[in-house]
Protein backbone atom coordinates (compact mmCIF):
# COMPACT_ATOMS: atom_id res chain seq x y z
CA UNK A 1 0.00 0.00 0.00
CA UNK A 2 1.13 3.73 -0.23
CA UNK A 3 3.44 4.83 2.36
CA UNK A 4 1.24 8.37 4.01
CA UNK A 5 3.36 11.22 5.91
CA UNK A 6 0.95 12.76 8.22
CA UNK A 7 1.64 16.80 8.57
CA UNK A 8 0.90 16.84 12.17
CA UNK A 9 -1.01 14.37 14.23
CA UNK A 10 -2.59 16.68 16.71
CA UNK A 11 -5.52 15.09 18.20
CA UNK A 12 -7.52 14.83 14.54
CA UNK A 13 -4.37 13.98 12.89
CA UNK A 14 -3.22 11.23 14.61
CA UNK A 15 -6.65 9.83 14.94
CA UNK A 16 -7.50 10.18 11.20
CA UNK A 17 -4.15 8.55 10.40
CA UNK A 18 -4.93 5.84 12.74
CA UNK A 19 -7.60 4.86 10.65
CA UNK A 20 -4.58 4.15 7.75
CA UNK A 21 -2.92 2.10 10.12
CA UNK A 22 -5.90 -0.23 10.74
CA UNK A 23 -5.79 -0.57 6.63
CA UNK A 24 -2.10 -1.86 7.34
CA UNK A 25 -1.18 1.18 5.80
CA UNK A 26 2.32 2.64 6.72
CA UNK A 27 2.30 5.95 8.13
CA UNK A 28 4.96 8.34 9.04
CA UNK A 29 5.20 11.40 11.25
CA UNK A 30 8.47 13.42 12.47
CA UNK A 31 8.81 13.95 15.93
CA UNK A 32 11.25 17.20 15.55
CA UNK A 33 9.67 19.72 17.68
CA UNK A 34 6.90 17.88 18.64
CA UNK A 35 5.96 17.56 22.12
CA UNK A 36 5.77 14.64 24.34
CA UNK A 37 2.01 14.51 24.45
CA UNK A 38 2.36 14.08 20.63
CA UNK A 39 4.68 11.16 20.76
CA UNK A 40 2.59 9.97 22.96
CA UNK A 41 -0.47 9.87 20.00
CA UNK A 42 1.48 9.03 17.20
CA UNK A 43 2.63 5.62 19.38
CA UNK A 44 -0.64 5.04 20.55
CA UNK A 45 -2.13 5.39 16.78
CA UNK A 46 0.57 3.06 15.29
CA UNK A 47 2.58 6.11 13.19
CA UNK A 48 6.39 5.16 12.74
CA UNK A 49 8.77 7.58 13.80
CA UNK A 50 11.57 9.34 11.45
CA UNK A 51 14.25 11.49 11.74
CA UNK A 52 13.37 14.02 9.79
CA UNK A 53 11.10 15.94 7.34
CA UNK A 54 13.52 15.22 4.65
CA UNK A 55 12.69 11.73 5.47
CA UNK A 56 9.10 11.66 5.24
CA UNK A 57 9.09 13.38 2.31
CA UNK A 58 11.28 10.95 0.78
CA UNK A 59 9.22 7.69 1.81
CA UNK A 60 5.87 9.51 1.31
CA UNK A 61 3.63 8.91 -1.77
CA UNK A 62 1.22 10.98 -0.39
CA UNK A 63 1.17 13.77 2.70
CA UNK A 64 -1.93 14.55 4.48
CA UNK A 65 -1.54 18.25 6.49
CA UNK A 66 -3.77 18.54 9.05
CA UNK A 67 -2.33 21.37 11.35
CA UNK A 68 -3.79 24.56 13.13
CA UNK A 69 -4.80 26.60 10.35
CA UNK A 70 -2.18 29.19 10.68
CA UNK A 71 0.65 26.69 10.38
CA UNK A 72 -0.69 25.37 7.04
CA UNK A 73 1.31 27.46 5.27
CA UNK A 74 4.52 26.84 6.47
CA UNK A 75 4.10 23.25 6.50
CA UNK A 76 2.76 23.47 2.58
CA UNK A 77 6.45 25.80 1.91
CA UNK A 78 8.88 23.07 3.99
CA UNK A 79 7.44 20.85 2.12
CA UNK A 80 7.71 22.21 -1.11
CA UNK A 81 11.18 23.27 -0.17
CA UNK A 82 12.29 19.56 -0.04
CA UNK A 83 10.80 19.19 -3.91
CA UNK A 84 7.87 16.57 -2.62
CA UNK A 85 7.09 15.22 -6.11
CA UNK A 86 4.08 13.36 -4.71
CA UNK A 87 0.02 13.58 -3.75
CA UNK A 88 -0.08 16.22 -1.04
CA UNK A 89 -3.92 16.17 0.60
CA UNK A 90 -4.29 20.00 2.04
CA UNK A 91 -6.84 19.00 4.69
CA UNK A 92 -6.76 22.51 7.20
CA UNK A 93 -9.54 24.97 7.92
CA UNK A 94 -8.44 27.49 5.55
CA UNK A 95 -9.52 29.74 2.80
CA UNK A 96 -9.61 28.55 -0.75
CA UNK A 97 -7.12 31.29 -1.78
CA UNK A 98 -4.69 30.29 0.74
CA UNK A 99 -5.39 26.42 -0.77
CA UNK A 100 -4.72 28.13 -4.38
CA UNK A 101 -1.38 29.55 -3.03
CA UNK A 102 -0.52 26.19 -1.29
CA UNK A 103 -1.11 24.45 -4.59
CA UNK A 104 0.66 26.76 -6.67
CA UNK A 105 3.88 26.32 -4.37
CA UNK A 106 4.00 22.81 -4.50
CA UNK A 107 2.43 21.90 -7.98
CA UNK A 108 5.86 24.48 -9.27
CA UNK A 109 8.26 21.72 -7.18
CA UNK A 110 6.26 18.72 -8.78
CA UNK A 111 3.50 17.61 -6.07
CA UNK A 112 0.13 17.17 -7.29
CA UNK A 113 -2.49 18.53 -4.59
CA UNK A 114 -6.09 17.54 -3.35
CA UNK A 115 -7.80 19.49 -1.47
CA UNK A 116 -9.56 18.28 1.73
CA UNK A 117 -11.68 19.17 4.53
CA UNK A 118 -12.93 17.37 7.66
CA UNK A 119 -16.15 17.59 9.20
CA UNK A 120 -17.08 15.71 12.36
CA UNK A 121 -15.21 14.93 15.38
CA UNK A 122 -11.95 12.85 15.36
CA UNK A 123 -12.87 8.97 13.85
CA UNK A 124 -13.29 6.70 17.27
CA UNK A 125 -15.55 3.66 18.03
CA UNK A 126 -18.73 6.32 17.99
CA UNK A 127 -17.76 8.39 15.73
CA UNK A 128 -17.22 8.64 11.46
CA UNK A 129 -16.30 12.43 10.61
CA UNK A 130 -16.55 13.08 6.57
CA UNK A 131 -13.29 13.90 4.70
CA UNK A 132 -14.55 15.75 1.32
CA UNK A 133 -12.65 16.03 -1.46
CA UNK A 134 -11.82 18.30 -4.69
CA UNK A 135 -9.41 18.81 -7.57
CA UNK A 136 -8.33 16.37 -10.35
CA UNK A 137 -10.81 13.38 -10.25
CA UNK A 138 -8.04 10.78 -10.72
CA UNK A 139 -6.30 12.32 -7.59
CA UNK A 140 -9.42 12.77 -5.30
CA UNK A 141 -10.47 8.65 -6.06
CA UNK A 142 -6.97 8.11 -4.94
CA UNK A 143 -7.86 9.51 -1.54
CA UNK A 144 -10.79 8.73 -1.64
CA UNK A 145 -10.03 4.82 -2.16
CA UNK A 146 -7.29 5.33 1.06
CA UNK A 147 -9.87 6.02 2.93
CA UNK A 148 -12.41 2.75 1.94
CA UNK A 149 -13.71 0.70 4.48
CA UNK A 150 -12.25 3.36 7.63
CA UNK A 151 -14.76 5.41 9.82
CA UNK A 152 -13.10 8.38 7.66
CA UNK A 153 -16.12 9.01 5.09
CA UNK A 154 -13.91 9.53 1.93
CA UNK A 155 -16.38 11.99 -0.51
CA UNK A 156 -15.82 13.58 -3.63
CA UNK A 157 -16.88 16.63 -4.89
CA UNK A 158 -17.07 17.99 -8.29
CA UNK A 159 -15.23 21.09 -8.02
CA UNK A 160 -11.87 22.02 -8.40
CA UNK A 161 -9.25 23.09 -5.65
CA UNK A 162 -10.90 25.49 -3.22
CA UNK A 163 -14.51 23.58 -3.10
CA UNK A 164 -13.40 21.63 -0.32
CA UNK A 165 -12.33 24.22 1.64
CA UNK A 166 -15.04 26.37 1.14
CA UNK A 167 -17.81 24.22 2.03
CA UNK A 168 -15.54 23.57 5.69
CA UNK A 169 -15.31 27.46 6.35
CA UNK A 170 -19.51 27.52 5.63
CA UNK A 171 -20.18 25.23 8.16
CA UNK A 172 -17.05 26.64 10.60
CA UNK A 173 -18.76 29.85 9.72
CA UNK A 174 -22.09 29.11 11.73
CA UNK A 175 -20.64 26.15 14.42
CA UNK A 176 -18.05 28.62 15.93
CA UNK A 177 -19.63 31.83 15.14
CA UNK A 178 -22.80 30.45 16.91
CA UNK A 179 -20.37 29.50 19.72
CA UNK A 180 -18.68 32.74 20.17
CA UNK A 181 -22.95 34.47 20.06
CA UNK A 182 -23.44 32.02 23.15
CA UNK A 183 -20.68 32.84 24.86
CA UNK A 184 -21.45 36.47 24.71
CA UNK A 185 -25.16 35.88 25.85
CA UNK A 186 -24.14 33.78 28.80
CA UNK A 187 -21.42 36.91 29.72
CA UNK A 188 -24.55 38.91 29.65
CA UNK A 189 -26.75 37.20 31.68
CA UNK A 190 -24.44 36.77 34.43
CA UNK A 191 -23.55 40.19 34.34
CA UNK A 192 -27.41 40.45 35.45
CA UNK A 193 -27.84 37.09 37.42
CA UNK A 194 -30.11 35.62 35.16
CA UNK A 195 -28.09 32.65 33.52
CA UNK A 196 -30.66 29.73 34.96
CA UNK A 197 -33.62 31.66 33.51
CA UNK A 198 -31.63 32.06 30.36
CA UNK A 199 -30.71 28.39 30.02
CA UNK A 200 -34.38 27.92 30.73
CA UNK A 201 -35.42 29.54 27.95
CA UNK A 202 -32.70 28.44 25.75
CA UNK A 203 -34.02 24.69 26.50
CA UNK A 204 -37.85 25.69 25.89
CA UNK A 205 -36.69 27.12 22.61
CA UNK A 206 -34.62 24.41 20.97
CA UNK A 207 -31.34 27.17 21.22
CA UNK A 208 -28.88 24.38 21.52
CA UNK A 209 -25.33 26.23 21.54
CA UNK A 210 -27.19 28.50 24.09
CA UNK A 211 -28.68 25.87 26.51
CA UNK A 212 -25.26 23.77 26.02
CA UNK A 213 -23.95 25.08 29.01
CA UNK A 214 -21.96 22.15 29.55
CA UNK A 215 -19.77 22.49 26.34
CA UNK A 216 -18.11 25.95 27.63
CA UNK A 217 -15.08 24.47 29.06
CA UNK A 218 -14.35 23.09 25.33
CA UNK A 219 -14.91 25.54 23.57
CA UNK A 220 -12.24 27.85 26.15
CA UNK A 221 -9.73 25.00 25.26
CA UNK A 222 -10.43 25.27 21.53
CA UNK A 223 -10.58 29.00 20.92
CA UNK A 224 -7.34 29.49 20.55
CA UNK A 225 -7.40 27.45 16.90
CA UNK A 226 -11.05 28.06 16.34
CA UNK A 227 -9.79 31.87 16.58
CA UNK A 228 -7.57 31.00 13.67
CA UNK A 229 -10.21 29.36 11.87
CA UNK A 230 -12.80 32.42 12.08
CA UNK A 231 -9.89 34.48 10.71
CA UNK A 232 -9.89 31.89 7.47
CA UNK A 233 -13.62 32.40 7.23
CA UNK A 234 -13.84 36.35 7.31
CA UNK A 235 -10.92 36.07 4.82
CA UNK A 236 -12.87 33.72 2.25
CA UNK A 237 -15.91 36.28 2.95
CA UNK A 238 -14.44 39.10 1.99
CA UNK A 239 -12.92 37.36 -1.54
CA UNK A 240 -16.41 36.07 -1.89
CA UNK A 241 -17.49 40.31 -1.53
CA UNK A 242 -19.51 38.78 1.19
CA UNK A 243 -20.12 40.60 4.74
CA UNK A 244 -17.54 39.87 7.55
CA UNK A 245 -17.72 41.60 10.46
CA UNK A 246 -19.88 39.23 11.90
CA UNK A 247 -17.65 35.94 11.52
CA UNK A 248 -14.52 39.25 12.57
CA UNK A 249 -16.69 39.96 15.79
CA UNK A 250 -16.76 35.88 16.88
CA UNK A 251 -13.15 35.90 16.26
CA UNK A 252 -12.65 38.29 18.37
CA UNK A 253 -14.52 37.08 21.35
CA UNK A 254 -12.64 33.70 21.11
CA UNK A 255 -9.51 35.39 21.35
CA UNK A 256 -10.60 36.76 24.58
CA UNK A 257 -12.02 33.45 25.78
CA UNK A 258 -8.13 31.46 24.68
CA UNK A 259 -7.02 34.15 26.54
CA UNK A 260 -9.11 33.70 29.59
CA UNK A 261 -8.43 30.49 29.35
CA UNK A 262 -4.58 30.56 29.26
CA UNK A 263 -4.31 32.65 32.29
CA UNK A 264 -6.65 30.19 34.30
CA UNK A 265 -3.88 27.16 33.40
CA UNK A 266 -1.15 29.43 34.00
CA UNK A 267 -2.23 29.84 37.43
CA UNK A 268 -0.55 27.89 40.07
Same mark, same amino acid.
Given at each position: ??????????????????????????????????? @???? #? =?? +? $?????? &??????? !? *??????????????????????????????????? @???? #? =?? +? $?????? &??????? !? *???????????????????????????????????????? =??????????????????????????????????????????????????????????????????????????????????????????????????????????????????
Amino acid at each position: MTTVGILHPGSMGAAVAGELTIRGVDVLWCPQGRS @AATA #D =RA +A $RFGLEP &VRTLREL !V *DRSALVISLCPSDAAEPVATAVADLAFGGLYVEAN @AISP #D =RV +A $RIAELL &VARGASV !V *DGAVVGSPPSATRSPHLYLSGASAEVAQVARLFEGTKVQA =RALPGALGQASGLKLSYTAYQKASRALAAVAHALADEYDVTPELLDIAREHGARHLADLDYAPDVAAKAQRWTAELHEVTDALKSAGLPAEMVSAAATVMFRLSTAHGDRQARP
